[in-house]
């Protein structure tokens, strides 16, 4: 969010990676063998909450009545292996990112939680280092869900025969 302030507007002012996000993910639903994502909210808006799929039943086992055919399992698997591979890497991504802001004390059973050191001895101030932290965590976020929604697809595709 770039301004919360335009939350309850129609003009919401969200910061860059998400336009962009939304762009990619829009974009990654057209064509002949998958839906689209269409706007229910009647303008080119970027809340998630105002898209919608259309075309479901393009994907042959979204038909109703459909039966399904035989599919390659073993391709299913390699894509369900690489979801997994996908979400190991981003764990350890955003672990990284979170204990480069913050650390945890046991003090006696007690857990505490701080403001890492690093970021004070990194030459920013304070405000610069978490910015440009949450800029990079954005940046990670938005590719992560776009490679899982690229699995999804690739699945349901695969899954239609």
Known sequence: MRD???IGTADVKFVNEWDDFMT???NGYKGDDVP???SVAGRSS???EDWRFSGVTSISICRPGKEIKAFDIGAI???????NTL????????????NS???EIDDEGTKVYRLNPKI?????????????TADEARTALCAFYLQVEKIYRDIVIRLSG
């Open 36 to 38: 689209t994502i269409v």
């Open 46 to 48: 970027k809340r998630l």
């Open 101 to 103: 802001l913050i650390i």
């Open 120 to 132: 004070f001895k990194s030459g920013k101030t304070t405000a610069k280092y978490i910015n440009d």
């Open 24 to 26: 990619q993910l829009i």
């Open 77 to 83: 698997k390699d894509l369900l292996i690489e979801m």
């Open 87 to 98: 979400y190991t890497r981003h764990v350890t991504a955003m672990t990284a990112i979170i």
């Open 4 to 6: 919360w302030n335009s």
